[in-house]
């Protein structure tokens, strides 16, 4: 029997989760695979995987799909490594240059500049390194934030103030598939997963992208794994918002 192709998402938030797959029976039956999450929603797109960690912006792109577990990863406050950085206050940003790695966080920004910062600015690509200069502005997602964050006077937590703009968590990426699975494979999956989202620190035995008291602190405190209710919620809403074309 051909195995299951899986594409997951190769930023320090997913280690536990990939952790998890690795200690369990259920990678027997896995082709794993890693990616950035844009090439994780074209690889479901285009039918080149069976299950694929998504961004949740993508999901409207793809006709039939599931979201066959009850973890994810998403933030139930600051979530540390999806911002907008700056040198100068929100009311003067008008440009900002967008991280080409997450639909979702290029949505996000959209979303919240026009409904809660009341803000009209240009949008633009963001090249690696590149200088951001007066009145203008970067968001910028997942390890490379560890890195860039001390270039910028201000930094805004997008999770943070979506929770200020709605009252409800975040969800950046979900495990979905458009295939039927094998009987029971999703439950083996799950429990795969919850073990992993349980051993943090142990699954933290390869280089990290910042220091292992940080990376420990940042998958403790800022990352929430569990798809809950309220988080099933604020993904609805965060859809919602894009049918409206914001």
């Given amino acids: 029997m051909s195995k299951i192709k899986l594409t997951a998402v190769s930023y320090l938030n997913t280690v536990p989760l990939l952790h998890g797959l690795r200690q369990s029976?259920?990678?027997?039956?896995i082709d794993?695979?890693?990616?950035t999450p844009a090439q994780c929603?074209?690889?479901?797109?285009?039918?080149?995987t069976d299950i694929s960690l998504i961004p949740v912006a993508a999901l409207r792109n793809i006709?039939?799909?599931e979201i066959i577990s009850n973890y994810c990863i998403g933030a139930a406050g600051k979530v540390r490594t999806v911002v907008l950085l700056s040198n100068d206050e929100l009311h003067t940003v008008d440009t900002i240059y967008l991280d080409p790695d997450s639909r979702t966080s290029v949505m996000l920004v959209q979303i919240l500049a026009k409904h809660l910062w009341k803000i009209r600015p240009s949008f633009k690509p963001y090249t690696e390194g590149q200088t951001i200069?007066?009145?203008?502005?970067c968001v910028l997602i997942g390890d490379k934030v560890f890195a860039e964050e001390h270039r910028f006077a201000c930094r805004y937590d997008l999770a943070e103030h979506w929770i200020r703009f709605t009252g409800l968590p975040f969800v950046f990426a979900v495990w979905a598939s458009i295939r039927p699975l094998p009987t029971g494979f999703i439950e083996t999956f799950d429990k795969a997963l919850q073990y992993g989202a349980h051993h943090i620190t142990e699954a933290l035995s390869g280089p990290l992208p910042c220091s292992r008291e940080t990376a420990i602190d940042y998958l403790t405190h800022n990352i929430s794994y569990i798809l809950d209710e309220n988080k099933r919620k604020g993904l609805?809403?965060?859809?919602?918002?894009?049918?409206?074309?914001?």
């Fill in 236 to 246: 609805i809403s965060f859809l919602n918002f894009l049918n409206e074309n914001i």
């Fill in 25 to 29: 029976e259920v990678m027997d039956s």
């Fill in 133 to 137: 200069g007066k009145n203008e502005a």
């Fill in 32 to 35: 794993l695979q890693i990616a």
């Fill in 41 to 48: 929603a074209l690889q479901l797109e285009q039918g080149l």
């Fill in 63 to 65: 006709s039939g799909y």
